[in-house]
């Protein structure tokens, strides 16, 4: 029998004010094995951690059951508490008793016997815990990110400046992501590229960051610190090491019809393409769709006409297998389809358009080289009337439940740039509300409409019907002024909702990192840890992990490295106590659990065992506990019961049960 | 919800995986969206490690109800654990109700650790399932009686 | 009834919930009624959650609104202020044995091409 | 195949013409109508009430009338097919409902919902196919402009009705096109004609239907079709002259070549 004291929390009023903690003392002091039970304000405070030093020294404890916060929050610290004082970490158990009891439930009554009942399960637990020793396992010294957008690259850059090997994994064949899409960026009106092309060249230059591009990511094993991952580089089908960078391939190919996926599809480009002037590296690729070489097997003008001799129609896509001991996922966004929303007549006309596509029409390198045009018939618009919230804020089944964020700050910015430019268009705004939470951002806001006049107009709209004469008839609601307006546009520009990049769910699952109902990866702890995922060793930067704008993506991509480099920085990481056990004697050799086994972590060997006094070589299971990571799917699938799971063995577990029914 | 001697009080153990849905019942606290105090959680690494002797073992010592939350199919952290307790749960649940013991009374619902929506609605609906059904009858073990 | 329980009978018998309403006048964009009415469709929800009942059963949009369902179609927030519209009407409809259509004058609204369904739906609308 | 088929009580009267063009355009194509016995009015408007029933048993007779033969249910007219498949999903998907009308119902075995409801243009797509239903045609619209007008009983609510994508349409488009006519595709066509509001106020019914004609005018139509004798009444108080409005039976019987057979009978 263990020698147990209970440590009641307090938590403040967070658990005090719905249970009665000195009642919960009382009770667990009857149970069988608890020599000494408290409650304190704080547990978690030093002095509180101190109560289970003095606590485990003079009446000696072998275990300690806490009952607070959820283990996410505290188990570490008391069980490190348990050690200073000389016990074993894995003595300790919690019960959770806030977030799961006191946080729920409103009646004092119900939630202290609720409470009772959680900590007599854990204290039936601990009443079984083993001391368990950690093991140890090494760290690979290099991170791998995935996206080249400006959260890879930034935290790509961060990793390799502090001396670490980072390779990129961007799926298109230029890093710079989104962000190199953009024309100007809010509230500064920087140039996006201006600003981004020397990170990305600071990046392809940097000694420690290899890059690939036009790869994807193609298998992951391992965990924490020592991860292994197959990249598919894509056949590019042009030699990057002959390749000058030249463009005359791209001139002369004959197959121009493809649609610039850079230009959002406004435009078309050649088969063999760099999807834009800047990109890195400046290699192209050929789109063997579109290539009438790979479609006919005739054609070949641009190995004809390549000085360099880089045009190579054999090559294959070719798998990097590397070590990792960190992954970043960096994967971004993208803006959702609008088939649900064809009241907007996004799909019925080409004069309705969303904003990323007017990013693009405002560039000088787009479609209209930077001019405001319609692109039905290129004439320059006269009224521009902007849509906030679509597909946005929808709890409907149509679109999105969230904010997209960044929509009111890029509109603002849209609305004031072409106020500024073309002074004789009218621009108006429909908006729900304009959320500008942000430095400067407010004040741009008001900017656009005290400056710049861009009239701001409070409701949805419902339609946007073209008519006869090419123009777009807007009707709308304008709630302050209780009217309903009708009113004719020559473009319509809708802000669109942004959702994780559609790759990012085969990624997540390739990474076991968990991911929400919208496809957004989800954190350790959504204030605490906001820039890991709970998959050890797997962080997270930029939009993937939640809507954010450049200057925040930018400080998450910081956090993302920095917590990455403090992992590089380990030579060695405890691994995981809690791994599987055969009992030996009652193995049987069946292989059912190597079959189940997701790490490859079981074994078999034929070893001499002494069942009752019968020696003999028996064929039995062997948990290689270094890989495994504790699932306990053997466990269950064993037939005879050999297999056993040290931190939440059968006999724990169902100690639980018994002391919640009982 | 005050106390009432005479109204039905069932015992019901839910097991929920450590990665998403422990941590979604933790956001379904932190959200402060209630559910009825009836429910017990016990915290397992996957929902794969749930033996169905657990579950019989509960049943035995009469619970009322039992559920299993795992991790959305695709989302294991160990890729392939709630795939098994699928499969597993299926069979078991199939027995029980072979045994009187109600379908209702046996439940697997896959929560990740965003859902604590989910989790607080899962656990109501579940609870006054098990109220509609009463106290388990089958299965209990007559020496835990008073 | 209070007005308490004429905006619980509304929510009863739309099964809307004014409260998921962000209030975001898309409703009032679409609906093709919207000049007619004098509460305006968005406007609905603040005169349900508020329990101005009697406005509500004396206002003329009951009985401008098509239940053409636009603004149910559109609503981002699943709000259905068409439905709710028309719980009002039911209420007064209920109440009053709805006064809006009486059998005498449907004689001179008749035309030769008017169709049956024409004076099914609208005493089915107007009439208890 | 052999379908239940429910005309409603417009196509028994003013609108004969919908429902006999229907029935002979069937026959050319290979299926059969069969009309169900004794069916009563649908009520023409889906009742919105959660707690209405009483009018919805008509529509829960006509569906279990269908059920009992083991058919689907083909309807024509708009209303009859937006209130019989709405009472179809809500005895189908809403327990009290369900619970309720099976209650008042009392059948040998209760309904919920196991009828398939399809509208006539739902077969053509999606039973005929408007490929086959080309090669049927023997008298193509060649040359005629038409515009299709939805209205909102077909679409809304688009998750219930599950016609066609409820703000872009195109099966009346694609059925125009297999008749070898050009569609108009203007925005209003899925706009409100003003319902059964034209009985009181003509005038509103009448500038709902301007917005709507002036509309396909613009865009260059010829003429309307529509499935919904109340949508084409009000429809012809707006531009009848200049836009005649045709139910889309009509024109089916026309390229099919049984419009003067189906006129004689």
Redesign the interface.
């Known amino acids: 029998m263990q020698r147990i004291g209970v440590f009641v929390c307090h938590c403040g009023s967070n658990i005090a004010a719905t249970v009665d903690v000195k009642k919960v003392v009382e009770v667990v002091s009857k149970e069988p094995g608890v020599c000494h039970a408290e409650d304190y304000p704080y547990m978690c405070s030093e002095a509180g951690q101190m109560k289970i030093l003095e606590a485990v020294k003079e009446k000696n404890l072998s275990g300690v059951v806490v009952c607070s916060c959820s283990p996410r929050m505290h188990e570490a610290t008391f069980r490190k508490a348990a050690e200073r004082a000389g016990l074993n970490p894995y003595m300790v158990e919690i019960a959770n008793i806030r977030e799961h009891c006191s946080w729920i439930h409103k009646d004092m009554e119900e939630a202290t016997e609720k409470a009772v009942i959680l900590a007599r399960a854990a204290i039936a637990k601990v009443n079984l815990n083993t001391p368990l020793k950690a093991g140890e396992s090494r760290v690979t010294k290099r991170a791998l990110v995935i996206g080249g957008g400006i959260a890879g690259i930034q935290t790509a850059l961060d990793i390799a400046d502090a001396g670490y090997e980072v390779d990129i994994v961007e799926k298109t064949p230029s890093i710079g992501g989104r962000m190199s899409q953009l024309d100007k960026t809010f509230p500064t009106l920087d140039c996006s590229a201006c600003i981004l092309t020397p990170k990305m060249v600071e990046a392809a230059a940097h000694e420690k960051i290899n890059i690939y591009t036009y790869s994807e990511v193609d298998k992951v094993t391992g965990f924490v610190g020592d991860f292994t991952v197959d990249i598919r580089k894509k056949a590019r089908s042009v030699n990057s090491d002959k390749c000058t960078g030249c463009g005359v391939c791209q001139e002369k190919c004959p197959s121009k019809k493809s649609l610039n996926e850079f230009n959002r599809g406004l435009n078309t480009r050649s088969a063999i393409y760099t999807p834009f002037a800047q990109a890195i590296p400046n290699v192209p690729v050929i789109d063997r769709d579109a290539c009438i070489k790979f479609k006919t097997g005739k054609c070949g003008v641009c190995e004809k006409v390549c000085q360099a001799g880089a045009i190579d129609y054999n090559q294959q896509d070719e798998i990097i297998t590397e070590k990792y001991g960190a992954i970043v996922v960096a994967t971004g966004f993208d803006t959702i389809k609008l088939d649900n929303y064809d009241?907007y007549a996004y799909n019925q006309s080409k004069d309705v358009i969303t904003s990323l596509e007017l990013e693009r029409i405002m560039n000088a390198a787009g479609p209209t080289k930077g001019h405001l045009e319609r692109l039905s018939d290129g004439k320059a618009p006269k009224e521009m009337v902007f849509i906030q919230?679509v597909g946005s804020?929808?709890?409907?089944t149509?679109?999105k439940s969230y904010c997209s964020k960044i929509c009111c700050m890029y509109t603002a910015k849209h609305a004031m740039l072409i106020r500024d430019k073309y002074p004789d268009v009218n621009v108006t705004v429909f908006y729900?509300d304009v959320r500008t939470p942000g430095k400067n951002f407010d004040e741009f806001y008001r900017r656009a409409v005290e400056e710049y006049g861009v009239n701001y107009v409070?409701?949805?709209?419902?339609?946007v019907a073209p008519l006869p004469n090419g123009k777009l008839l807007v009707?709308?609601?304008d709630?302050l002024d209780?009217k309903?307006i009708l009113k004719e546009a020559d473009m319509v520009v809708l802000a669109t909702a942004i959702e994780p990049e559609a790759s990012v769910r085969k990624i997540a699952t390739m990474l076991t990192a968990s991911i929400d109902t919208n496809n957004f990866l989800t954190e350790a702890h959504p204030k605490l840890r906001p820039v890991e995922s709970p998959t050890a060793g797997v962080f997270l930067s930029g939009v993937c992990q939640g809507p954010k704008d450049i200057p925040e993506t930018v400080a998450q991509a910081g956090a993302a490295a920095v917590k990455a480099i403090g992992l590089l920085a380990k030579d060695k990481l405890t691994t995981n106590p809690c791994t599987a056990k055969p009992d030996e004697l009652l193995c049987n050799g069946c292989s059912q659990c190597a079959n189940v086994c997701p790490y490859g972590a079981i074994t078999y060997e034929n070893k001499e065992v002494n069942d009752h006094g019968i020696r003999e070589t028996r064929r039995v299971a062997q948990v290689n506990s270094a890989l495994c990571q504790g699932c306990g799917a053997c466990t269950v699938t064993c037939p005879s019961g050999a297999m056993d799971l040290q931190g939440f063995s059968n006999r724990q577990i169902i100690a639980e049960v018994d002391a919640i029914c009982r | 919800m005050p106390l009432n001697e005479n109204e039905f009080r069932p015992k019901i153990v839910a097991f929920c995986c450590n990665w998403c849905s422990y941590a979604g019942a933790d956001l379904a606290g932190s959200s402060r969206l209630s559910y009825p105090a009836d429910v017990k959680i016990i915290k397992v690494p996957c929902s794969c490690r749930v033996n169905p002797m657990f579950i019989l073992r509960a049943f035995e010592k009469g619970a009322d109800g039992v559920i299993l939350c795992g991790c959305h199919p695709g989302d294991c952290h160990y890729s392939t654990g709630n795939y098994y307790a699928r499969r597993r749960m299926t069979l078991l649940f199939s027995m029980l109700d072979y045994l009187g013991i109600e379908k209702g009374r046996t439940r697997v619902e896959w929560v990740s650790a965003a859902e604590g929506v989910k989790f607080s609605q899962t656990m109501n609906e579940f609870v006054e399932k098990i109220r509609s059904l009463g106290e388990n009858v089958r299965l209990g073990d007559l020496r835990c009686k008073n | 009834m209070s007005h308490r329980d004429y905006s619980g009978k509304i929510k009863?018998?739309?099964?809307v919930n004014p409260y998921?309403c962000?209030?975001?006048?898309?409703?009032?964009?679409?609906?093709?009624?919207?000049?007619?009415m004098d509460i305006?469709p968005?406007?609905f929800v603040s005169y349900v959650l508020n329990g101005d009942i009697e406005a509500l059963a004396e206002s003329k949009s009951l009985?401008?609104c098509?239940?053409?369902?636009?603004c149910?179609?559109?609503?981002?927030?699943?709000v259905k202020p068409?439905?709710l519209i028309?719980?009002a009407r039911?209420i007064v409809v209920r109440e009053r044995g709805g006064d809006?259509?009486s059998a005498d004058e449907i004689p001179e609204?008749l035309d030769e091409?008017?169709?049956?369904?024409?004076?099914?739906?609208?005493f089915?609308?107007y009439k208890r | 195949m052999k379908y239940s088929y429910y005309p409603?009580?417009?196509l028994k009267?003013?609108?004969k013409v919908l429902d006999r063009y229907a029935r002979s355009c069937a026959e050319v194509l290979g299926f059969e109508l069969e009309e169900i016995e004794n069916w009563q009015?649908c009520?023409?408007?889906?009742?919105?009430?959660?707690?209405?029933i009483a009018?919805k048993l008509s529509s829960v007779r006509v569906l279990n009338e269908a059920k009992e033969k083991g058919q689907e249910l083909v309807t024509v007219?708009s209303?009859c097919h937006h209130v019989i498949k709405r009472v179809n999903d809500d005895m189908k998907n809403v327990e009290d409902i369900r619970t309720r009308a099976n209650n008042y119902m009392s059948l040998s075995e209760p309904y919920s919902g196991e009828t398939t409801v399809l509208h006539y243009l739902e077969v053509l797509r999606d039973k005929i196919g408007f490929d086959k239903l080309k090669e049927k045609v023997v008298n193509p619209l060649t040359g005629k402009k038409i515009g299709a007008y939805y209205g909102?009983l077909l679409?809304?609510?688009?998750s219930v009705m599950a016609f066609d994508n409820?703000?872009n349409p195109k099966i009346m488009e694609d059925f125009i096109r297999a008749l070898g006519a050009e569609p108009v595709v203007y925005p209003y066509r899925n706009?409100?004609c003003?319902?059964?509001?034209?009985?009181?106020?003509k005038e509103?019914a009448k500038s709902?239907c301007d917005t709507i004609t002036e509309s396909a005018k613009g865009f260059g139509a010829d003429m309307l079709i529509t499935a919904c004798?109340?949508c084409?009444?009000n429809l012809?108080k707006s531009a009848k002259e200049t836009l005649p409005v045709y139910y889309f039976t009509e024109l089916l019987a026309e390229a099919l070549g049984v419009k003067e057979e189906a006129d004689e009978e």
């Open positions: 009241e919230c804020r929808c709890s409907d149509r679109g729900i409070k409701g949805q709209v419902g339609k009707q709308g609601s709630l209780n309903q | 009863e018998i739309s099964g998921k962000m209030k975001c006048g898309k409703c009032s964009a679409t609906c093709p009624s919207f000049n007619e305006k968005h406007q009985w401008k098509l239940s053409c369902f636009a149910v179609e559109r609503c981002p927030r699943d068409g439905k028309d719980a039911q809006y259509l609204l091409e008017l169709p049956q369904q024409l004076l099914v739906s609208a089915r609308r | 409603g009580c417009t009267n003013k609108a009015c009520g023409g408007v889906y009742p919105l009430g959660n707690d209405e009018t007219c209303a909102c679409l809304r609510p688009g409820p703000e706009e409100c003003g319902g059964y509001i034209s009985l009181k106020e509103m709902m004798p109340l084409m009444y012809n």
